[in-house]
């Protein structure tokens, strides 16, 4: 195959991942879901464009002038949705979370509020949002180049995780990877290194992690570490090295030792490989849709389609427990 022949077959499936997660995701009940200040164009189209393709009932919250102006330069209709006024953008995650908390809504999206604003309201005693797990972000990807969706995490809420803290991490990861679809995801913990290092803290936090799967502490999924990327995601990196994994070369979730680690992953394959990059918070009471002022529409409705599928997926679990 010649090299422009590559590039079209690339370009053609080329973010056909979340192509097919909105599709599906349309044809299920549209949730219930609270716009948390979407104050710019940018926020206020993607919930708009979210509604119309049928995944979310959006609640706007935030000031009805800004609103409605934002509104008017993105050339939005948004006369028939519900608009909850609030005078700045702390009432607006105050009572964000007030709808989640009281169940008007299943989920929050992120508007043109800090998110440092947003989280700390959720994770507050007050909020009522939390439960017994910490809250983690998620990247969901969607790169090119891959067969799957691939999943990162800590890149948006855990700056330098300990070890208790990366077992709700990648817990909240499986969680999501089930949600999606996948009832037994591979997940590669990463560190520089293939080979357990004293010196390497993550190499050690990995090799506890894989043990406390084997004992049941974290369940739902296949864990290998320590694992350096090359040899999580590509099989011939990991049969050169002869590692002998079930996850090696085919992770679907990559836990980095750190946010800056997951984060920069995330971006240098959203810049250098043409990936899309959707964000999910979970561990809360409701899954929180978090976007940046960069992304994209499509990466926009992505997001909000997982946050769709997380929320039929709390409830599903919600009503077996209800049964038993």
Known sequence: MDQKTQIRSVEHVKHDKYHRLIAYCANLPDEPCAVVHPCDSASLTGAVRAAEVGLIQPILVGPRARIEAAARDARLDISRMELIDTPHSQASVEMGARLAREGRVSMLMKGSVYTNELLSEVVSRDAGLRTD?????????????????????????????????????????????????????????????????????????????????????????????????????????????????????????????????????????SYLAEAEAAGIVLGARVPIVLTSRGDSLETRLASAAIAVLLANHQARRAQRKGQR
């Open 133 to 269: 797990r910490r809250i983690s972000h998620c990247f969901v990807m969607d790169v090119p180049l891959l067969d799957r969706a691939l999943i990162i995490t800590d890149g948006g809420v855990n700056i330098f995780p300990t070890l208790a803290e990366k077992v709700d991490i990648v817990q909240n990861a499986i969680f999501l990877a089930h949600a999606l679809g996948n009832p037994q995801p591979k997940v590669a913990i990463l560190s520089a290194t293939e080979s357990v290092n004293p010196k390497i803290q993550s190499t050690l936090d990995a090799a506890a992690l894989c043990k406390m799967a084997d004992r049941g502490q974290i369940t739902g999924a296949l864990l290998d570490g320590p694992l350096a990327l090359d040899n999580a995601v590509n099989l011939a990196a990991a049969q050169i090295k002869q590692i002998q994994s079930p996850v090696a070369g085919w992770a679907d979730i990559l836990v980095a030792p750190h946010l800056e680690a997951a984060n920069m992953l995330a971006k240098s394959l």
